[in-house]
Each structure stands twice: as C-alpha cells, then as structure tokens.
C-alpha cells in the first residue's frame, strides 16, 4: 500500500500505529452524534477498543487514515477500510464533514478497488436515519443490496 494522494491537499495515508493520530480519532470514536451514525449506538470508544478496531481493519482490508494539509501540515480528519466484504467510511473531524471529502475519497477507494481486480464494493449497513452516508453512496452508484436489520446494505458492481 502507498500513500494515495487525491488532490494537493487530500491524501490517504496507508495505517500506521501511531499514538499521536489515535488520540486524534479517538476523538471522533467519543463523540456520541458520530457514533450513532457509524454503529448505530452512542457508547464510546476507549483506546483497547479504538486498537481493536484498526487491528481487525488492517487485518481483513486496507486502512487508511484521512489527511488534509492545513495550516502548513497534514492533518488526520478520518479514516477509511476497503476490503471484499465491507467499505467504512468515517471523516471524523466536524471540521471537515459536508464538504465534498467523503466523495473524494470514495471515488479514490473504487478506483484502488479496480486497481485490485474487485468485482464489487460491498458496505455491510448503512442506518436508515443516515441519510447523509446513503445520499454518498448512492451518488456514487451504489445499489441497494438488501435490507438489515436497522437499514440496508448497499452494493457497487464494478466494470473492468
């Protein structure tokens, strides 16, 4: 995995463990608005959990964290997972939500997906009070898959 650089001041930078940018998103794992949009619940992460997290990611896809460059240094704001059952998706920061982000760095994700020989990019759930992530995935052309529990899965297929 290498660094993807979406524009001059995006990029997605392949996980490392780091202290420093887990105490950064562990910010955003404890804010409950967040949380609930993400897991469906408001009970915070703690930093075991937070690890616990990141170690299954990297383990079963790949795992980026989110930077911008601000302020003459780049910034994690979120983080991102594809693997061949599930795409995550969390822009972590308030800061930088509803800014067009997320579509940036979902279209990179389907091109690393295509570069990967991918047929499809699944995402296991997406709430159905989320309306946010699913306008997301929809624009991009993600397909309803099927409904959950709690809202429905969603499915892109893609062409070679």
Request: aromatic content about 12%.
């Amino acid at each position: 995995m290498e660094t993807i650089n979406i524009t001059k001041e995006l990029r997605l930078l392949p996980f490392q463990a780091d202290m420093m940018k887990f105490r950064v998103a562990l910010i955003w794992y404890q804010d409950k608005e967040l949380l609930n949009q993400v897991n469906g619940t408001t009970e915070s992460y703690d930093l075991e959990r937070l690890v616990r997290m990141y170690d299954y990611q990297k383990k079963h896809g790949e795992l980026y964290f989110i930077e911008i460059f601000d302020s003459g240094k780049w910034l994690p704001i979120g983080d991102v997972c594809l693997s061949r059952d599930d795409f995550a998706i969390v822009i972590g920061n308030r800061n930088y939500q509803e800014q067009g982000i997320g579509k940036l760095v979902l279209n990179a994700m389907i091109a690393r997906a295509k570069s990967l020989g991918f047929d499809t990019i699944r995402v296991q759930e997406i709430y159905d009070f989320n309306r946010r992530s699913q306008n997301l995935f929809l624009s991009a052309g993600f397909k309803v898959n099927q409904l959950t529990s709690n809202g429905r899965s969603y499915c892109l297929k893609l062409e070679k």
